[in-house]
Structures are given as C-alpha cells and as structure tokens.
C-alpha cells in the first residue's frame, strides 16, 4: 500500500480527511480506515487542500455529517461522492 490521500476513521463516517497537499480534482485518492486500516479508492472531484473533508457518498442540504463516528454537523448544500464538504456546504448543529 502507498501513501494514503484520505484518512477514514470509522466505517460509519460518511467524509474522510486530506492528508496530502496539492490533491487535485480527478485524482484516485487511496484512502484508508484507520478503525482496522482496510482501504479503498475514490476520485477527487474538485482540488482539495489538505485538512479539508471530502464526501464518500453523494450528501445532500440537511444531511448529518459523520466523522470520528459521530455527528459534527449538517449539510447546507450538496456535495458528490469524491466533493469538497467545508464552510461552503457544511455547518456544526451547535448553533
């Protein structure tokens, strides 16, 4: 296994993280779970910078956001499987 371009943290979550600079869009990202560090591929459908969240699945506006295993916000706008999930789409349910 190579470098990975996206960290999963549980099987439930439904974005992983970038963990490489530059990713661009079009990119098969090799991702992996670190709950039993199995991996799996997805392309990147937009540049996405390191740190962000990308959607495993096609997410829609109100949608919960899962990471860690757990909810850390809704969706307020769309994004495809392999999309950028940020400020522009995602927000905490906390206020």
Sequence with gaps: MGKPHLLVHD???????VVVEGLSAGT????????DNSDFTLTAKADIPIGHK???KDLSE???VIKYGEDIGKMVGPAEKGGHVHTQNCKTKRW
């Design 28 to 35: 098969d990202m090799l991702c992996v779970v670190t709950a």
């Design 11 to 17: 099987h439930e979550d439904n974005v992983g993280v």
């Design 62 to 64: 109100g949608d919960t």
């Design 54 to 56: 990308v959607a495993l």
